[in-house]
């Protein structure tokens, strides 16, 4: 295993700042999985219509870079990439109009592209030893997957401890059961998961259980104080 022990973009500080509001003003963000473009933009207006304000669509599937393209026409959306394990998907996803791109795991050179680009980076870390290397390159916003099976909050509050100051993103066995656990943690400055974006109400086009499913997890954050 190694690591690269760079020094971070000249944009990191200021990416680092804006990435806590963003989360601030979205503490919950879907993981969009979607076959084509429209279907993105179906997604999006349903979120948006749930009060979901945010969208992080992943390069699992071809149709990543063309989706994030057009979600861009839904108002109130701010889209950012998932998924994204290389630089060649960095590149993709900023000119398709990422503002955001997660990373399932941490990569050195993934984050150096992003914050080269100027856009925020939001790489994953599931033990101290990644979140040393994240800080290096003046990461602030770690986050942590997949959450639960690495010990969710009662993790997260340890991995705080050593590290005051960076800021969570659990994503990975989140739902609305146990969201109001992890919103409840200040350390947590959002929580991702794929909930009330399922591949099967997506396939079916059922755009109106998004937007339950949408309204019912941004009733449990306000529950929370965001
Ligand atoms: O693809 C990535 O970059 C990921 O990090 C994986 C997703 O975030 C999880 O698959 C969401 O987890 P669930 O909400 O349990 O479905």
Do not use: H
């Not at 393209?69 to 109009?97: F, H, K, S, Y």
């Not at 997949?146 to 009662?154: K, L």
């Amino acid at each position: 295993m190694t690591r690269t022990t760079e020094t971070p973009g000249p944009n990191a500080s200021t990416a680092s700042s804006s990435l806590t509001a963003l989360l601030a003003a979205n503490p919950v963000v879907p993981v969009v999985v979607v076959d084509s473009a429209q279907d993105g933009v179906n997604v999006g207006k349903a979120l948006v219509a749930g009060g979901i304000t945010t969208a992080e669509v992943t390069f699992r599937t071809a149709a990543g870079a063309d989706a994030i393209r057009a979600m861009q026409e839904v108002e109130g959306l701010t889209v950012g990439a998932g998924t994204v394990i290389n630089t060649a998907q960095v590149e993709a996803a900023v000119a398709a109009g990422a503002k955001y791109i997660v990373s399932p795991g941490f990569s050195a050179d993934v984050v150096r592209a992003t914050q080269d680009a100027g856009v925020l980076s939001l790489p994953a870390c599931s033990d101290a030893s990644w979140i040393m290397a994240a800080l290096e390159l003046g990461i602030d916003t770690v986050k942590f997957f997949p959450a639960s099976v690495n010990g969710g909050v009662p993790a997260i509050k340890a991995l705080s401890a050593a590290f005051p100051g960076l800021g969570f993103v659990p994503t990975g066995g989140v739902n609305a059961d146990n969201l109001a656990d992890y919103l409840s943690v200040d350390v947590i400055r959002a929580c991702g998961g794929s909930w009330m974006v399922k591949k099967d109400l997506v396939a079916a086009g059922d755009w109106e259980q998004i937007t339950r499913l949408s309204a019912q997890a941004i009733a449990i954050a306000k529950e929370c104080g965001r």
